[in-house]
Each structure stands twice: as C-alpha cells, then as structure tokens.
C-alpha cells in the first residue's frame, strides 16, 4: 500500500529530519508506488543533502531482450 507507506515515512522524517534513510525511501515510493515525480526528486534531493542517497531502478539490455535489471544509486559529491 505506497499510500500507506509514505504516511508512515513522513511520519519518520518529522521525528527524524536528518536521517536521510526515510527520505530516499519516500523518494522511492513516490516515483515507482505513487508516480509523483516533483515529490520523488524533492525526497531523493533530501536524502542526498542529509548525506545520504537516491536509489532508483535501472534496466540493462545485455541480450536486446531487457530482461536484467539492476539497482543504482546517486551518491553525494564528497
């Protein structure tokens, strides 16, 4: 339930706002559960400015098929 989830992690952010872990989470759950994507880039930027980082789904064609996919990760410039 990606509604249901994001209630949760706002939550977590308000109790926590440094903790970049919620953050990266609500980024993720907007963009692939809720499809909102100015809130998935607000959370992703969030998370990095807390130090942390933004996953989201990357697909990768070694056979022409699109069958493999991997995760991937913006990391804060250090």
Sequence with gaps: NPKRAARFLETAVKMNPKDPKAYQMLGFINLYGLNNLSK?????????????????RVY???NGNFTGSVTGSFLRPS
């Design 40 to 56: 998935a880039e607000k959370y992703m930027r969030e998370a990095i400015e807390n130090g942390g980082s933004a996953v989201f």
């Design 60 to 62: 990768h064609d070694d």
